[in-house]
């Protein structure tokens, strides 16, 4: 946010570093205890892919690549995290509906 906010002292009225503040100010305005991860996670690829956008067509010295790097380790982890859980979750489902189904015989 802090890279976006020294860029937009130069360019006060670029439509897409203003949008990339809003997307940063939004996510770091959520409440860590109550929003869902997934809502996080997928507002951080939003900001990730702006980013990566921001960085494909501009010049190197207004580059945010150095700082985007810490962001993308974190979706990273996160979504191995998520895949790691899957075989849980179906384990999980699978022993309720066979729960719920032994009430039918």
Request: proline share 4%; net charge positive; with cysteine.
């Amino acid at each position: 946010l802090e890279r976006i906010r020294e860029l937009l002292e130069e360019w006060p009225d670029n439509a897409v570093l203003k949008a990339n503040e809003r997307l940063c100010t939004t996510l770091l305005g959520m409440p860590l205890a109550t929003t869902p991860l997934m809502k996080a996670l997928t507002g951080m690829e939003m900001l990730l892919k702006a980013l990566h956008d921001w960085d494909r067509c501009a010049h190197r010295g207004v580059a945010v690549k150095d700082n985007i790097k810490e962001l993308s380790d974190i979706v990273l982890r996160w979504r191995r995290l998520e895949l790691l859980c899957w075989p849980h979750i179906f384990t999980t489902k699978q022993k309720e509906w066979d729960s719920k189904a032994r009430r039918w015989w």
